[in-house]
Protein backbone atom coordinates (compact mmCIF):
# COMPACT_ATOMS: atom_id res chain seq x y z
CA UNK A 1 0.00 0.00 0.00
CA UNK A 2 1.03 3.54 -0.37
CA UNK A 3 2.33 5.37 2.79
CA UNK A 4 0.42 8.80 1.11
CA UNK A 5 -3.24 9.43 1.04
CA UNK A 6 -3.80 11.40 -2.55
CA UNK A 7 -5.89 14.10 -2.23
CA UNK A 8 -8.62 14.85 -5.01
CA UNK A 9 -6.23 16.99 -6.66
CA UNK A 10 -3.82 14.25 -7.19
CA UNK A 11 -1.43 15.72 -4.85
CA UNK A 12 -0.24 13.62 -1.86
CA UNK A 13 -1.22 14.55 1.44
CA UNK A 14 1.90 14.90 4.11
CA UNK A 15 1.56 12.78 6.90
CA UNK A 16 0.72 13.66 10.41
CA UNK A 17 4.68 12.99 11.52
CA UNK A 18 5.79 14.99 8.74
CA UNK A 19 2.91 18.48 9.66
CA UNK A 20 4.64 18.13 13.21
CA UNK A 21 8.16 18.00 12.27
CA UNK A 22 7.34 21.52 10.05
CA UNK A 23 6.01 23.19 13.22
CA UNK A 24 8.43 21.84 15.25
CA UNK A 25 10.93 23.24 12.68
CA UNK A 26 9.15 26.65 12.92
CA UNK A 27 8.82 26.93 16.34
CA UNK A 28 12.48 26.30 16.95
CA UNK A 29 13.36 28.98 14.34
CA UNK A 30 10.72 31.58 16.14
CA UNK A 31 11.85 30.70 19.88
CA UNK A 32 15.92 31.59 18.95
CA UNK A 33 14.39 34.55 16.97
CA UNK A 34 13.01 35.85 20.45
CA UNK A 35 16.11 34.30 22.31
CA UNK A 36 18.24 36.68 20.11
CA UNK A 37 15.95 39.63 20.70
CA UNK A 38 15.63 39.12 24.28
CA UNK A 39 19.49 39.20 24.99
CA UNK A 40 20.03 41.95 22.88
CA UNK A 41 17.59 43.63 25.02
CA UNK A 42 19.70 42.35 28.04
CA UNK A 43 22.70 43.39 26.69
CA UNK A 44 21.24 46.81 25.67
CA UNK A 45 20.13 47.62 29.39
CA UNK A 46 23.16 46.56 30.48
CA UNK A 47 25.60 48.30 28.41
CA UNK A 48 23.49 51.53 29.27
CA UNK A 49 23.75 50.65 32.65
CA UNK A 50 27.23 50.45 32.63
CA UNK A 51 27.86 53.75 30.81
CA UNK A 52 25.42 55.37 33.53
CA UNK A 53 26.23 54.13 36.95
CA UNK A 54 24.60 55.85 39.65
CA UNK A 55 26.36 58.88 41.21
CA UNK A 56 28.90 58.05 44.35
CA UNK A 57 28.17 61.11 46.36
CA UNK A 58 31.66 63.18 47.76
CA UNK A 59 31.93 63.02 51.69
CA UNK A 60 34.72 63.77 52.95
CA UNK A 61 36.90 66.49 52.49
CA UNK A 62 40.59 67.21 52.81
CA UNK A 63 39.85 69.68 55.87
CA UNK A 64 39.22 65.89 57.55
CA UNK A 65 43.18 65.13 57.33
CA UNK A 66 43.91 68.76 58.29
CA UNK A 67 44.45 70.27 55.00
CA UNK A 68 43.88 72.97 53.81
CA UNK A 69 42.25 73.22 50.26
CA UNK A 70 40.07 75.23 47.82
CA UNK A 71 36.92 73.59 45.96
CA UNK A 72 37.67 74.44 42.19
CA UNK A 73 35.66 73.98 39.22
CA UNK A 74 37.46 73.88 35.66
CA UNK A 75 36.58 72.28 32.23
CA UNK A 76 37.25 69.54 30.53
CA UNK A 77 39.19 69.77 26.75
CA UNK A 78 37.63 70.03 23.85
CA UNK A 79 33.64 69.66 25.07
CA UNK A 80 33.74 71.90 28.12
CA UNK A 81 31.82 69.90 30.89
CA UNK A 82 32.33 71.56 34.45
CA UNK A 83 34.22 69.74 36.33
CA UNK A 84 34.29 69.87 40.41
CA UNK A 85 37.18 69.02 42.89
CA UNK A 86 39.72 70.25 45.22
CA UNK A 87 42.83 72.28 45.00
CA UNK A 88 45.03 71.36 47.65
CA UNK A 89 48.18 74.18 47.57
CA UNK A 90 51.74 73.30 49.57
CA UNK A 91 53.88 76.42 50.53
CA UNK A 92 56.12 77.14 47.93
CA UNK A 93 55.62 74.09 46.23
CA UNK A 94 57.21 73.53 42.57
CA UNK A 95 55.29 70.93 41.71
CA UNK A 96 51.45 69.12 41.55
CA UNK A 97 50.10 66.19 41.16
CA UNK A 98 46.82 65.17 39.88
CA UNK A 99 44.87 61.97 41.15
CA UNK A 100 42.47 60.47 38.82
CA UNK A 101 39.74 57.78 40.52
CA UNK A 102 38.13 54.80 39.17
CA UNK A 103 35.16 53.94 37.71
CA UNK A 104 31.91 54.09 39.47
CA UNK A 105 34.08 56.15 42.23
CA UNK A 106 34.73 59.91 43.29
CA UNK A 107 37.72 62.60 44.22
CA UNK A 108 37.66 60.79 47.43
CA UNK A 109 35.90 57.78 46.74
CA UNK A 110 39.48 55.80 46.63
CA UNK A 111 40.62 54.50 49.74
CA UNK A 112 44.22 56.19 49.15
CA UNK A 113 43.16 59.37 47.54
CA UNK A 114 43.02 61.36 50.57
CA UNK A 115 45.94 59.89 52.57
CA UNK A 116 48.34 60.32 49.38
CA UNK A 117 46.71 63.72 49.71
CA UNK A 118 48.32 64.73 52.69
CA UNK A 119 51.35 62.69 52.36
CA UNK A 120 52.13 64.53 49.32
CA UNK A 121 51.50 67.52 50.52
CA UNK A 122 54.12 66.61 53.59
CA UNK A 123 56.72 66.31 50.70
CA UNK A 124 55.78 70.35 49.51
CA UNK A 125 53.81 68.84 46.53
CA UNK A 126 50.60 70.96 45.73
CA UNK A 127 47.23 68.16 44.75
CA UNK A 128 43.97 68.64 42.48
CA UNK A 129 41.55 66.18 43.33
CA UNK A 130 38.39 66.03 41.38
CA UNK A 131 35.58 64.00 39.75
CA UNK A 132 35.36 62.92 36.40
CA UNK A 133 32.09 63.38 33.99
CA UNK A 134 28.97 61.79 35.56
CA UNK A 135 30.96 61.15 38.82
CA UNK A 136 30.42 63.08 42.58
CA UNK A 137 29.74 66.71 41.48
CA UNK A 138 30.80 67.20 38.05
CA UNK A 139 28.73 67.84 34.93
CA UNK A 140 28.03 64.93 32.40
CA UNK A 141 25.69 62.08 31.96
CA UNK A 142 27.69 59.26 31.01
CA UNK A 143 30.64 57.72 31.94
CA UNK A 144 33.18 56.24 29.66
CA UNK A 145 35.43 54.00 30.81
CA UNK A 146 38.13 56.29 29.84
CA UNK A 147 37.50 57.48 26.12
CA UNK A 148 35.63 60.68 26.76
CA UNK A 149 37.65 60.54 30.71
CA UNK A 150 40.84 61.58 28.61
CA UNK A 151 39.28 65.00 28.01
CA UNK A 152 38.61 65.68 31.23
CA UNK A 153 42.08 64.45 32.87
CA UNK A 154 43.69 66.96 30.25
CA UNK A 155 41.19 69.72 31.57
CA UNK A 156 42.72 68.99 34.91
CA UNK A 157 46.15 69.51 33.07
CA UNK A 158 45.38 72.85 31.38
CA UNK A 159 43.87 73.59 35.08
CA UNK A 160 46.99 73.53 36.76
CA UNK A 161 48.88 74.88 34.12
CA UNK A 162 46.70 77.88 34.64
CA UNK A 163 47.49 77.96 38.62
CA UNK A 164 51.47 78.52 37.40
CA UNK A 165 52.47 74.56 38.05
CA UNK A 166 55.00 73.36 35.31
CA UNK A 167 55.96 70.48 37.21
CA UNK A 168 53.01 68.24 36.93
CA UNK A 169 52.38 64.04 37.79
CA UNK A 170 49.70 62.30 37.83
CA UNK A 171 48.41 59.15 40.16
CA UNK A 172 45.83 57.30 38.56
CA UNK A 173 43.34 54.54 40.23
CA UNK A 174 41.75 52.00 37.82
CA UNK A 175 40.02 53.41 35.16
CA UNK A 176 41.98 56.92 36.31
CA UNK A 177 44.93 54.58 35.48
CA UNK A 178 44.21 53.57 32.65
CA UNK A 179 42.74 57.38 31.75
CA UNK A 180 46.79 58.57 32.16
CA UNK A 181 48.29 56.01 30.50
CA UNK A 182 45.86 56.20 27.44
CA UNK A 183 46.48 60.54 27.22
CA UNK A 184 49.93 60.67 27.79
CA UNK A 185 50.95 61.52 24.23
CA UNK A 186 48.56 63.84 24.16
CA UNK A 187 49.81 65.96 27.76
CA UNK A 188 53.44 66.57 27.15
CA UNK A 189 53.38 69.01 30.36
CA UNK A 190 53.04 65.69 32.23
CA UNK A 191 56.31 64.69 33.79
CA UNK A 192 55.97 61.04 35.93
CA UNK A 193 52.94 59.04 36.22
CA UNK A 194 51.80 56.24 38.93
CA UNK A 195 49.31 53.71 37.59
CA UNK A 196 47.65 51.90 40.25
CA UNK A 197 45.47 48.80 39.00
CA UNK A 198 44.87 49.93 35.21
CA UNK A 199 43.73 47.31 32.23
CA UNK A 200 45.90 47.50 29.58
CA UNK A 201 43.76 47.50 26.67
CA UNK A 202 39.89 47.97 27.21
CA UNK A 203 38.22 45.96 24.53
CA UNK A 204 40.52 43.50 25.15
CA UNK A 205 39.66 43.21 28.61
CA UNK A 206 36.07 43.55 28.49
CA UNK A 207 35.92 40.51 26.19
CA UNK A 208 37.64 38.41 28.44
CA UNK A 209 36.63 39.91 32.01
CA UNK A 210 32.74 41.63 31.29
CA UNK A 211 31.29 39.13 33.67
CA UNK A 212 32.98 41.10 36.44
CA UNK A 213 30.70 44.16 35.99
CA UNK A 214 27.77 42.28 34.50
CA UNK A 215 27.04 39.10 36.27
CA UNK A 216 25.93 37.68 32.74
CA UNK A 217 27.87 35.05 30.90
CA UNK A 218 30.03 35.79 28.14
CA UNK A 219 28.28 34.01 25.65
CA UNK A 220 26.37 35.90 23.97
CA UNK A 221 25.71 38.91 25.89
CA UNK A 222 29.63 40.23 26.21
CA UNK A 223 29.37 40.24 22.34
CA UNK A 224 26.53 42.00 21.93
CA UNK A 225 27.40 44.72 24.95
CA UNK A 226 30.49 45.20 23.07
CA UNK A 227 28.29 45.82 19.69
CA UNK A 228 25.53 47.67 21.01
CA UNK A 229 27.42 50.24 23.79
CA UNK A 230 29.12 52.43 20.12
CA UNK A 231 25.53 51.93 18.89
CA UNK A 232 23.95 53.66 22.00
CA UNK A 233 26.32 55.68 23.36
CA UNK A 234 28.97 56.72 20.53
CA UNK A 235 31.88 55.17 23.28
CA UNK A 236 34.24 53.32 21.58
CA UNK A 237 36.30 50.94 23.98
CA UNK A 238 39.31 50.44 21.02
CA UNK A 239 40.03 54.50 22.09
CA UNK A 240 41.25 53.26 25.66
CA UNK A 241 44.32 51.70 24.90
CA UNK A 242 47.45 52.36 27.40
CA UNK A 243 49.49 49.76 26.11
CA UNK A 244 49.43 51.44 23.04
CA UNK A 245 49.65 54.70 24.34
CA UNK A 246 51.91 54.03 27.29
CA UNK A 247 55.67 53.80 24.88
CA UNK A 248 55.06 57.78 24.11
CA UNK A 249 55.36 58.40 27.73
CA UNK A 250 59.23 57.17 28.13
CA UNK A 251 61.80 58.33 29.09
CA UNK A 252 59.19 60.09 31.89
CA UNK A 253 59.47 58.50 35.13
CA UNK A 254 56.55 55.63 35.48
CA UNK A 255 55.51 53.65 38.25
CA UNK A 256 52.97 50.71 37.90
CA UNK A 257 51.46 48.87 41.06
CA UNK A 258 49.11 45.79 41.08
CA UNK A 259 48.25 43.35 43.44
CA UNK A 260 48.35 39.70 42.94
CA UNK A 261 44.92 38.89 44.27
CA UNK A 262 43.47 41.54 42.13
CA UNK A 263 40.73 39.23 40.12
CA UNK A 264 38.75 42.71 38.93
CA UNK A 265 41.38 44.40 36.95
CA UNK A 266 44.44 41.01 37.21
CA UNK A 267 47.97 42.36 37.71
CA UNK A 268 48.52 40.79 34.24
CA UNK A 269 47.23 43.71 32.73
CA UNK A 270 50.27 46.06 34.41
CA UNK A 271 52.76 43.02 33.56
CA UNK A 272 51.80 43.53 30.45
CA UNK A 273 51.89 47.26 30.44
CA UNK A 274 55.27 47.03 32.17
CA UNK A 275 56.84 45.11 29.47
CA UNK A 276 55.62 46.94 26.68
CA UNK A 277 56.50 51.02 28.06
CA UNK A 278 59.95 50.15 26.73
CA UNK A 279 61.58 52.09 29.37
CA UNK A 280 64.10 50.49 31.45
CA UNK A 281 63.91 53.09 34.25
CA UNK A 282 59.70 52.11 34.19
CA UNK A 283 59.40 50.16 37.68
CA UNK A 284 57.05 47.66 38.95
CA UNK A 285 55.94 47.18 41.98
CA UNK A 286 53.17 43.55 42.88
CA UNK A 287 52.16 43.53 46.32
CA UNK A 288 51.57 40.10 47.68
CA UNK A 289 47.74 39.13 48.67
CA UNK A 290 46.58 43.13 47.94
CA UNK A 291 42.94 42.94 45.40
CA UNK A 292 42.00 45.84 42.96
CA UNK A 293 43.51 49.41 44.13
CA UNK A 294 44.16 47.10 47.50
CA UNK A 295 48.31 47.72 47.37
CA UNK A 296 47.77 50.90 49.98
CA UNK A 297 45.20 48.45 52.18
CA UNK A 298 47.66 45.89 52.50
CA UNK A 299 51.24 47.99 52.71
CA UNK A 300 49.81 51.32 53.82
CA UNK A 301 52.57 53.38 55.11
CA UNK A 302 54.99 51.90 52.27
CA UNK A 303 52.57 52.74 49.78
CA UNK A 304 52.10 56.51 50.95
CA UNK A 305 56.02 56.34 51.25
CA UNK A 306 56.74 54.78 48.35
CA UNK A 307 54.02 57.19 46.26
CA UNK A 308 55.20 60.77 47.97
CA UNK A 309 58.94 59.73 47.18
CA UNK A 310 58.39 58.89 43.21
CA UNK A 311 56.88 62.46 43.15
CA UNK A 312 58.71 64.38 45.42
CA UNK A 313 62.19 62.95 43.79
CA UNK A 314 60.88 63.49 39.64
CA UNK A 315 58.53 66.76 39.92
CA UNK A 316 61.61 69.24 40.95
Known amino acids: MSANV ?42 WNLT ?9 SPGDLGLTYQNVNFPSRSDKLQLSGW ?25 PSLPVAKALNQKGLSVLMFDFRDSGSSQGSMVSVGDFEQ ?5 A ?10 NIGIIGYSMGASTAAAMA ?22 EVNMPVWTKLPNFPFTTLILREIPLMTGIDPAH ?14 LLLIAGTADDTIPMSN ?30 PDRYLAKVSGFFAANLR
Open 185 to 206: AQAPEVEAVILDSPFADLKSYL
Open 52 to 60: HPKRLAVTG
Open 6 to 47: QAPSGKPVPSPARKWGKRLAIGLIVLLILALLGAAGVSGYVG
Open 240 to 253: VSPVKALPALSPKP
Open 270 to 299: SEELYQKSHDPKAELWLVPGAKHVGAYTVE
Open 87 to 111: YIPAPAAQGIVIEAHGYGKNRDGEK
Open 151 to 155: RDLLG
Open 157 to 166: VDYAKELGYR
